[in-house]
């Protein structure tokens, strides 16, 4: 079965570093998305792609985070300078067109901001 | 603000009983629906969508949608302890497919 793959699965960062979260979403998918789970919280969205742009973003999505499609199969979530509260699992998901949008999430990575 | 909101429970049933799931949305506007299976420490697992009013049977599954009433209901038939997981409920909220989902339901069935 088709899987979106993400890297790495743990990542540990010091307060004010730039991480890079990185995805491989299902070949034949178009609409890409970035949401994050706190623990003991809601899973947040984040960002959608397609058509390599951002279709919609939340207030959680701003200045310092990015998302980019750099070579047609990877996507990558950039935050700039992380915080503390950037701690969380970030989930890459990834769906068909229109029709059948239930996603297919990847694996995630848990982000430590220390 | 759009919300989906659901009963964090425990919920505990014994095996081979029915569990049953619910879930309210506050958006009249949302047309499609989801339940999710997340294991602790894991992602969200696609287990039924749904998209019309009435019932969706899938396996020992069935999702019943009521628009009217802003509801959204999740029946697990035969539950296994392998069923034992945290269920997410899902609902549309705009025409880029993002989701917003509630904070999910944990059920524990007992061997």
């Known amino acids: 079965e088709p899987e979106v793959t993400q890297t790495p699965s743990h990542q540990v960062t010091q307060m004010g570093q730039e991480v890079i979260l990185r995805c491989v979403p299902i070949s034949n998918h178009l609409y890409f998305y970035w949401y994050r789970q706190i623990l003991g919280q809601k899973v947040e969205f984040l960002v959608s792609f397609y058509n390599n742009e951002i279709s919609e973003k939340s207030e959680i999505f701003d200045d310092q985070f990015s998302v980019e499609r750099p070579d047609g199969s990877n996507f990558t979530l950039k935050i700039r300078s992380t915080k503390l509260e950037d701690s969380a699992m970030y989930f890459c998901a990834s769906s068909e067109e229109a029709g059948n949008y239930g996603y297919t999430f990847g694996s995630g990575t848990r982000l430590t901001v220390v | 603000q759009k919300e989906v909101e659901q009963n964090s429970g425990p919920l505990s049933v014994p095996e081979g009983a029915i569990a049953s799931l619910n879930c309210t949305y506050s958006d009249r506007g949302s047309q499609s629906f989801f339940w999710y299976r997340q294991y602790s420490g894991k992602s969200p697992e696609l287990i039924m969508s749904i998209y019309s009013n009435g019932d969706k049977e899938d396996g020992r599954f069935t999702a019943q949608l009521n628009k009217a009433s802003q509801y959204v209901s999740l029946l697990i038939r035969d539950s296994q302890p392998s069923d034992s997981a945290t269920y997410l409920c899902?609902?549309?909220?705009?025409?880029?497919?993002?989701?917003?989902w509630g904070l999910g339901t944990s059920l524990a069935v007992n061997p």
């Open positions: 899902a609902g549309d909220a705009g025409n880029n497919r993002k989701l917003i």
